[in-house]
Structure formats: C-alpha cells, structure tokens
C-alpha cells in the first residue's frame, strides 16, 4: 500500500521532506486501526464469556391468590325389593369452592344436596369446610383444621356408594365426619396422619364433652407407569368406633365404654385388571348405655374387575362379595353380599353406571337391588 502511494506522491511531483511526513501520518493511522480492533475483539470476547456464566434472568413472578368452583351431578334409579319399589333420586349435587391463599395456605368448602330415592324431602347442608396449612411439595407436614371425614378406612370401591345404595358395607360402618384437627405427612408414597375430635358418643355419666377420641391412617402408594402396576395398601384406627356416621345412630344414647376399631385396606391394579379389599371391626364389644348385651361387628368389602377399551366406550366390569359376621347384621348389615357392576365412560367427565347386587339378612330375609346412575362433573372457575 506504501509503495503505491510512494509513486501517486512522485507523480503529483511532492518532495521528499513532504513525502516522509505522509508516510508517517500513515504508520501511525494503520497502527492505531490495529489496536483498535484487537480492543473491539477482545470486548466481544468478554461479553460473550459473560453471557454464558450469568444468563439474565427474568423476575419472579408473584403469584396471588387462587379461587376455582367445581361441581358434579349424580343422578340414579333404584328397584329394590326390601321396598317393594322403584323410584328415581338425586344421589348427589355438590359444588366444591377451594382457595389457595398462597402457596401454604389454603382452604375448602362444599355444599350438597341429596334426595336419594323413596324420600320425600331433599337435605341440602355444608358436607366438608376446612383450612390446610402446608406444601407438601416443598414440606412433607401439613395441617387441616375445620368439618371433614376422618381418615379411618379407604372406603374403596367401584359401585356406586351412598345414598343411591349402601355400598360398600365398609362406608357405611366406616364413614366419619368431624370437626377435627389432623396432622399429615406425605413422602415418597408414604402418608401418615393423625387427628383429634371431640366425638357424639360418649361414655355414660360422662358429662365432660372434651376433645378426646383421636384416630391415626397410614397407607403406601406404589406405581410403575411402564409395567402398569399400581398398589395401595394401609391400616386406620379410630379410639371410639361407636362414633362412626354408621354406628352411631345405635349408640345414640351413648355406651358404657368407647372402644376402638380398626380398619385394613389395599388395591392392585396390573394393566386392564384389578382388585381390592377392605375389612373393619370394633375392638371389644360395644354396649349401649344402660344395657348388658353389647356388640362387636366386623365388615368386609371384596371387588374384582377389569377395563376394556375395545367397545366404542371404554367400559369397567366389576364383581363384589361383602358382608358381616353376627354382630353387625344385629345392626343392620347384610350376612353377606354379591353384586356386579358396570361402568362406561361415556365422554369426558361423564359416566354411566349400572348393577345390581343381592343380600342374605339376618333370620333368612334376602334383598334384590338393581340400579342405575348417571354421573357427570364440571369446573365453572
């Protein structure tokens, strides 16, 4: 480049003094244009290293309160021979309002309407409200406070339960509500929970209406997404059984002394098939207040099924045998019980169920049901 602005400047007839000077002018501009770009390299160099080691992040979002509103329908029809009738019901209408203040903090309210088949009258009440402290994805513990069912039991079962029908036999000795406390731990599919009440049944002369029946559940969840392998397994116990939702319109007046009871539950599912069982008993006898003869019932709850997905719905099948020993069909439960199921997902969120079950009672009374239900659930928010 030098040598060709060398014979531009001796043509135009510059000097040798005037040439020297513009050569160094030169030297000095191409110089600095090299340390110039060795600067601009190097700053790329430094932003894209930086880049790479603190990536900007974006600001956390603050996420505030929540609110959803769900409800669901069931509807039925029931023939039963012990009322020499058939009639339709509302099974149940609930709407379910839960709210997730932050992300500890959360609670729950439904409300429920019922007018089962043969009664005149629909009862509408407030079923479950309590308030739940705790995330068990970042903290195992947790804490609900307020009215709900008490963890005795699993109550499992595909049929369709009450009030449509008194199935299975193990929710209807076991199904408790409660205003209760209950502490819960959840990990790894193990849960444990232990609860406080202050129970309806009491001792009688026992005039202190303090909180002191308590309960403890614990169970184990197993899945295997691939082999398709789901088990369920866990044992509850409650300090006064007479005080279930079922026993207690026995015990009205109360007994002479509370007893517990106990209650083991598992299911396995394996691909299209599975199976349950539930079983329930009191501890020791439970005496009425001011009787001798006490009782101590125990129930069972059996089912077995499989899923088939080759029909143009998918369609459950499903074979029960339940009952009770002496004791409990004193109290009015079945001797023993056989029934079949079956339940078709007809779209999304809507199910058809239908079946029929029959029972051996106490002195050689049987009982013939068939049934039917509709069922379908909604998210309005």
């Not at 060709?4 to 160094?24: F, H, P, R, W």
């Not at 209760?180 to 009491?202: C, H, I, R, T």
């Not at 209650?263 to 439970?286: C, H, P, Q, R, W």
């Not at 019932?297 to 143009?312: D, M």
Request: aromatic share 12%; hydrophobic share 40%.
């Amino acid at each position: 480049m030098i040598l060709v602005l060398n014979l531009c400047l001796v043509a135009k007839g510059y000097g040798a003094g005037g040439y020297a000077e513009i050569e160094e002018t030169l030297r000095k501009l191409m110089k600095q244009n090299q340390e110039l770009s060795s600067k601009v390299k190097e700053l790329e160099r430094r932003l894209a290293s930086y880049g790479e080691k603190t990536p900007v992040e974006k600001a956390p979002v603050s996420e505030g309160p929540t609110f959803n509103l769900d409800g669901s329908i069931r509807v039925g029809v029931v023939s039963d021979s012990n009322e020499k009738a058939s009639d339709f019901g509302l099974a149940e209408a609930a709407l379910t309002v839960s709210g997730q203040l932050n992300e500890w903090v959360g609670g729950n309210v439904v409300f429920l309407v019922e007018n089962p088949p043969f009664e005149d009258s629909s009862d509408v009440f407030v079923e479950d409200v309590f308030i739940t402290l705790g995330n068990t994805e970042k903290y195992p513990v947790y804490a609900q406070i307020g009215i709900f069912y008490v963890p005795f039991g699993a109550l499992l079962t595909h049929f369709p339960d009450d009030p449509l029908v008194d199935v299975p036999v193990t929710l209807y000795f076991g199904e408790t509500e409660e205003h209760a406390l209950l502490l819960g731990f959840e990990k790894q599919g193990f849960a444990a929970s232990f609860y406080v009440f202050n129970g309806d049944v009491e001792e009688e002369n026992d005039s202190s209406n303090q909180i002191e029946d308590f309960g403890l559940d614990l169970n184990y969840t197993y899945e295997d997404e691939e082999q398709g392998l789901s088990i369920f397994v866990g044992g509850s116990y409650i300090s006064n059984v007479a005080d279930t939702d079922g026993l207690s319109e026995h015990f009205s007046d109360g007994v002479k002394d509370k007893k517990g009871g106990v209650a083991l539950y598992g299911e396995i599912s394996f691909k299209n098939f599975f199976v349950l069982g539930e079983y329930m008993t009191a501890l020791d006898d439970l005496i009425p207040a001011r009787e001798t003869h006490g009782y101590e019932p125990s129930v069972w709850n059996i089912e077995a099924g499989f899923n088939y997905e080759g029909l143009i719905k998918p369609v459950e099948v499903t074979f029960k045998y339940a009952g009770g020993n002496n004791d409990a069909q004193e109290l009015d439960f079945p001797e023993s019980r056989y029934g079949v199921a079956v339940n078709v997902d007809l779209f999304e969120n809507v199910g058809l169920g239908a079946g029929f079950f029959h029972d051996d009672l106490k002195d050689g009374d049987n009982r013939d049901v068939f049934f039917g239900q509709v069922a379908i659930e909604f998210g309005l928010l």
